[in-house]
């Protein structure tokens, strides 16, 4: 009976970047029925949908450290670097992240820019 009231919606987490709903049953670092699994920052998780097993379950996002936005892990709202942090945070601290992550945001601009219809569906 714990396990059925564990897998309840304790609201409704939105990205405050691309609007992304889904409604989440636990808020923290160590999801419910893990037995040894801590995240890395608060995160937002709900129960796996598409597996039976209790102990699946998904992240949803998390808090920018810079700004506090409630964003999602999708690669075009958040990037983690030791903490979440949105991409306009991103952006406005470039010169404060690595070389590596630097590249890779190129990388991201370069690739959204030449799949264009990509972010309209991601959204659907």
Known sequence: ??????????????????GLTAPYSYYGQKPPNTHSVVLLEESYVMKDP??????????????????????????????????????????????GFPLEIRQDLDKRKSHSKSHPSKKADART
């Open 1 to 18: 009976m714990d396990s059925h009231k564990e897998a309840q919606p304790k609201g409704e987490f939105e990205c405050q970047l691309c």
């Open 50 to 95: 598409f597996v039976p097993d209790k102990d699946k379950f998904l992240i949803l996002g998390s808090q920018c450290t810079l700004c506090n936005r409630r964003v999602c892990v999708g690669t075009e709202c958040s990037l983690f670097y030791s903490k979440r942090f949105c991409l306009p945070c991103v952006n406005e601290n470039l010169q």
